[in-house]
T-cell receptor
């Protein structure tokens, strides 16, 4: 079974631009979560999607948004990029809902975003 | 507010010895805990988990201990191997919640 895939793997943008990142979950997984990883901050939860609906949202500004398609693929968008948005963005999938019934999340390799 | 904390950013251990990685949490509603390992340029991979009904879970060289009264969990790796060198994240979730809360990670270096 193929793992979680994320595209692109690396991205360089300038301040003020917007960016869209893509995540394809493991086949059959319906829950997709997004995290931001920065040095010293660990993994910060952005949001979770399940069956095309955002079920939970972390403490990030509205510039960060996402969506999920009927095939469970998910995209994350960041508008008006700031220097502080430079980070590794990780996507994780699980069969049903992350955090329920002891489920485990499976992570993709991440997209490293550099904002200049 | 960091609900899951890993207070040691780094740890070095000799090959063959025990590695002990620690994690503290503040939310008493957390009832499921996991450890992930992350190599550079890769996403975190699941290592081991423990539910709050247990105080110990073992899988080969890896054992996780949970002390609910102290809101503390630890990961023991015995014996440590150079391939264990990675960043280790602990994570927690509550049965009523929809997300995992992650610590900031501990970078483990196993010296051959």
């Amino acid at each position: 079974k193929a793992g979680v895939t994320q595209t692109p793997r690396y991205l360089i943008k300038t301040r003020g631009q917007q960016v869209t990142l893509s995540c394809s979950p493991i086949s059959g997984h319906r829950s997709v979560s997004w995290y931001q990883q920065t040095p010293g901050q660990g993994l910060q939860f952005l949001f979770e999607y399940f069956s095309e609906t955002q079920r939970n949202k972390g403490n990030f500004p509205g510039r960060f948004s996402g969506r999920q398609f009927s095939n469970s693929r998910s995209e994350m968008n960041v508008s008006t990029l700031e220097l502080g948005d430079s980070a590794l963005y990780l996507c994780a999938s699980s069969p049903r809902t992350s955090g329920r019934d002891g489920e485990t999340q499976y992570f993709g390799p991440g997209t490293r975003l550099l904002v200049l | 507010d960091q609900q899951v904390k890993q207070n040691s950013p780094s740890l070095s251990v000799q090959e063959g010895r025990i590695s002990i990685l620690n994690c503290d949490y503040t939310n008493s509603m957390f009832d499921y805990f996991l450890w992930y390992k992350k190599y550079p340029a890769e996403g975190p991979t699941f290592l081991i988990s423990i539910s709050s009904i247990k105080d110990k879970n073992e899988d080969g060289r890896f054992t996780v201990f949970l002390n609910k009264s102290a809101k503390h969990l630890s990961l023991h790796i015995v014996p440590s191997q150079p391939g264990d060198s990675a960043v280790y994240f602990c994570a927690a979730s509550a049965i009523s919640g929809n997300q995992f809360y992650f610590g900031t990670g501990t970078s483990l270096t196993v010296i051959p």
